[in-house]
């Protein structure tokens, strides 16, 4: 595989199979979306996801990661990212990240949603939209010849503007035949310019949003990120590739590229 600066170029077939992998990805965050109520445990979405898993015949490709023990990340309310699965049934107004992985054929596919739990406050449901949106306007950017760090820029312009924090601690990546390849994709803007991207690019972009402070700590359990102040965040992850017609999002599933919390 060609190599810019360390960032794979990938070819035609090696993007046909992130996007089959992506659309498994999608396929399982819908599922797992009309799965969401109040009482139904985040256990449950892992146990869908390995179903799911097993039924396309492919590898979660988070278990085993770094020594990650499960194929989906559940991140609740104060939970950045990172969270265990867990037996707590999930309560009226919580609001809940999924983070989930596949590798199909070698390539892997990394796409995240935050859902709400049955009724949410108006403050719940605006990170989320805001989340959501700077997704979006973070895609814009992400086209052949910018710097990569136009889509962090962009990002934490529009989330600050709506007084929001936008996590520095984890970045989104390059993704292809490993989870996690070169560039970083941070979600702000760093001081010094990034890499120029390229066609062939395929990167994950993952704005991580709070509601107080962009400061996290990791649990005893070394893998859960939550706010510093216990404030609520959301997450919203697509994988995208880079070409010379502009961004291509991978991460769609057979229902089509449905946006969540904002309008088309
Ligand atoms: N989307 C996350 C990431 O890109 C998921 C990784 S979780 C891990 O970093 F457990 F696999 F590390
Ligand atoms: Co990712």
């Not at 809940?96 to 070698?106: A, H, N, Q």
């Not at 005893?220 to 502009?246: L, M, N, Q, R, Y």
Request: net charge negative; aromatic share 8%; glycine share 10%.
């Amino acid at each position: 595989m060609k190599k810019y600066h360390g960032a794979y170029i990938k070819n035609d077939r090696e993007i046909a199979c992130l996007r089959e992998a992506n659309r498994m990805v999608a396929n399982v965050l819908d599922a797992v979306g009309d799965m969401v109520a109040p009482g139904v445990t985040t256990k449950q979405f892992e146990e869908l996801a390995r179903d799911m898993c097993a039924d396309y015949k492919v590898k979660p490709a988070f278990l085993g990661y770094c020594g990650y023990p499960f194929a989906t990340c559940c991140s609740v309310n104060e939970q950045v990212v990172h969270g265990f699965p867990s037996d707590r049934p999930l309560e009226e107004g919580d609001i809940v990240s999924v983070d989930m992985g596949v590798v199909f054929e070698g390539f892997v596919g990394d796409a995240a949603r935050t859902y709400p739990v049955g009724r949410v406050s108006d403050e719940a449901r605006r990170l989320m939209r805001v989340t959501e949106e700077s997704l979006y306007v973070g895609i814009e950017q992400a086209r052949p010849g910018n710097d990569v760090y136009a889509i962090g820029a962009a990002i934490q312009k529009h989330v600050e503007a709506a007084g929001l924090g936008v996590v520095r601690r984890f970045v989104g990546h390059g993704v292809g035949a490993k989870m996690h390849e070169k560039p970083e994709v941070p979600n702000f803007r760093p001081a010094s310019p990034g890499l120029t991207l390229h066609s062939g690019m395929v990167i994950a972009i993952e704005p991580m949003v709070t509601l107080g402070t962009h400061e996290v700590d990791i649990l005893d359990d070394k893998w859960t990120a939550v706010t510093k102040d216990g404030k609520w965040a959301a997450h919203f992850e697509h994988s995208v590739a880079i070409t010379p017609d502009g961004p291509k999002i991978l991460s769609i599933s057979d229902r089509g590229l449905n946006r969540h919390t904002i309008a088309a």
